[in-house]
């Protein structure tokens, strides 16, 4: 099956500053990649949607200049969190569809990246 | 908008036995794609099984099955011959196929199997 990869897969950042998460998919195309954020024992939150060479669509309440989100190429998506703060600890998945079109079913996750900030 | 909800927060099974995990969801498209997934401790997210809205029959994958019941916006997991490594979080989700096929989730069930 098609392989989604995430680096890091565990960073810690002091309050304020930024880190950024990188999603490759390794295999594919990806023109659309998802990012979700999950609290330990909670579902996968949707924060936005990208398609390659467009700007994201951000969900309801997801700030877009805090979580900025590139997909500049078929192949990678990156998440930057800027000036992060503890709240912002969480797990991140990215997630990545190999056709735009809505005939593919098939959605392939990474294995996260879990951020704490100090 | 879509809703996924599934009511068992937790569940437990014992090894080699069946156990089924319920999901109803809401929705007034005809058209659209259910799924199960699984997220083990490692926190990867791994689909279980598929099931399209159209096809009358419902998925089957090895030892997990599920019963789609269309009218009543159903669509329960069953795993039979349950082993140590089913155990993790399950979660139902619904695909649109439209306005861009976002995944909408369930809560989730945190399954564990005694030995």
């Known amino acids: 099956g098609a392989v989604v990869s995430q680096h890091p897969s565990w960073v810690i950042c002091k309050s304020g500053t930024s880190v950024k998460i990188e999603c490759r998919s390794l295999?594919?195309?990806?023109?659309?990649m998802f990012w979700y954020r999950q609290f330990p024992k909670q579902s996968l939150m949707l924060m936005a949607t990208?398609?390659?060479?467009?700007?994201?669509?951000?969900e309801q309440g997801v700030e877009k200049d805090k979580f900025l989100i590139n997909h500049a190429s078929l192949t990678l998506s990156t998440l930057t969190v800027t000036s992060a703060h503890p709240e912002d600890s969480s797990f991140y998945i990215c997630s990545a569809r190999d056709f735009a079109g809505t005939l593919s079913y098939e959605q392939y996750f990474g294995p996260g990246t879990r951020l704490t900030v100090t | 908008a879509q809703t996924v909800t599934q009511s068992q927060p937790e569940m437990s099974v014992q090894e080699a036995e069946t156990v089924t995990l319920s999901c109803t969801y809401d929705t007034s498209e005809s058209d659209y794609y259910l799924f199960w997934y699984k997220q083990p401790p490692s926190r990867q997210m791994i689909l279980v099984i598929r099931q399209e809205a159209y096809k009358q029959q419902n998925a089957t994958e090895n030892r997990f099955s599920v019963n789609f019941q269309k009218a009543a916006k159903s669509f329960s997991l069953k795993i039979s011959d349950s082993q140590l490594g089913d155990a993790a979080m399950y979660f139902c989700?619904?695909?649109?196929?439209?306005?861009?096929?976002?995944?909408?989730f369930g809560q989730g069930t945190e399954l564990s199997v005694k030995p």
């Open positions: 295999d594919f195309q990806a023109t659309t």
């Open positions: 989700a619904y695909r649109s196929l439209v306005q861009g096929g976002k995944l909408i």
């Open positions: 990208s398609n390659e060479g467009s700007k994201a669509t951000y």
